[in-house]
């Protein structure tokens, strides 16, 4: 979450992004080894991690079940939203922008599915500051990990095409 485009109460009291249906595990946030040692240290044994299929040095988060019959990142406080703070995976600081393959290339994206996102669609000046800001991070992210990566979605907004 980028504050400086969503609130902590945007995000406390929407949460959409780290809660999953059991059909999105695809989605569920991966740790690099270093990230997921230092979250174990700090969590003990509130957060564990299960080694993820599709990249060596990458963690899956192990989900919680809840009354809401959905599943829950347990690193996020229900009334506080991400307890990471600064610290996040790089995906999920980068939400609600994302990258993904069309055609065999990388796009950089805005996601549909951040409620509050329409405040961000009429802005170009914050869609200048993602492509800026956001889009590097995420690009190293997916030449390191490529197996990450996920088909575009065609109804997320398409703000840059890399090389
Ligand atoms: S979907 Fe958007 S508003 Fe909701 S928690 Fe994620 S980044 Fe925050
Ligand atoms: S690490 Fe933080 S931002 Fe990512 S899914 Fe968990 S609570 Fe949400």
Request: aromatic share 10%.
């Amino acid at each position: 979450m980028l504050k400086n485009i969503l609130s902590y109460n945007d995000c406390a009291q929407c949460k959409y992004c780290c809660v999953f249906t059991a059909d999105e595990m695809r989605y569920v946030p991966k740790f690099p080894t270093l990230l997921k040692e230092r979250v174990c240290k700090d969590w003990g044994g509130a957060a564990a991690f299960v080694p993820c299929q599709c990249e060596e040095d990458l963690w899956d988060i192990v989900l919680q079940p809840q009354a809401d019959g959905l599943l829950h990142c347990p690193l996020c406080h229900p009334s506080k939203g991400c307890g990471l703070g600064a610290d996040k995976p790089v995906e999920c600081a980068a939400w609600p922008f994302s990258i993904a393959l069309k055609n065999k290339k990388m796009v950089f994206c805005l996601e549909h599915s951040c409620p509050p996102v329409n405040r961000i669609k009429d802005k170009p000046q914050v869609q200048q500051f993602a492509v800026e800001q956001v889009a590097a991070p995420l690009h190293e992210w997916a030449l390191r990990y490529p197996h990450i990566l996920r088909n575009y979605d065609a109804q997320n907004k398409i703000l840059l095409t890399y090389d």
